[in-house]
């Protein structure tokens, strides 16, 4: 999982799906990667079990599988943003 966690769209995808659900087209657009790169991307998290998908229509929508991956991401994240900051004591 942490590999999968290291690639930074992927990672970027993720915190916008820990956001609420999302259809490709709309990630697309917030993640500034184009529609080929982000469904590749998806399908690799979803083929690990870390989002699933619901299909409304034509319309597939992506969520983050459950709220252990949202904290732990939002915690990756509040991480990398203070070591980035210099805000984290150090270990």
């Known amino acids: ?3 999968l966690l290291s690639d ?5 995808l993720l915190w916008l799906l820990a956001q609420g659900e999302s259809d490709v087209g709309s990630l697309t657009e917030r993640c500034a990667a184009s529609r080929t790169a982000v469904s590749q991307h998806l399908a690799k998290l979803r083929l690990a079990g870390l ?3 619901r299909r409304e229509g034509r319309h597939v929508y992506y969520s ?3 709220g252990h991956l949202r904290r732990l991401v939002m915690e990756a994240l509040s991480h990398a943003d203070h070591r980035v900051t210099g805000t984290a004591p150090h270990d």
């Open 64 to 66: 983050l599988r459950d």
């Open 8 to 12: 930074a769209t992927r990672l970027h």
């Open 1 to 3: 999982m942490f590999a």
């Open 51 to 53: 989002v699933e998908t």
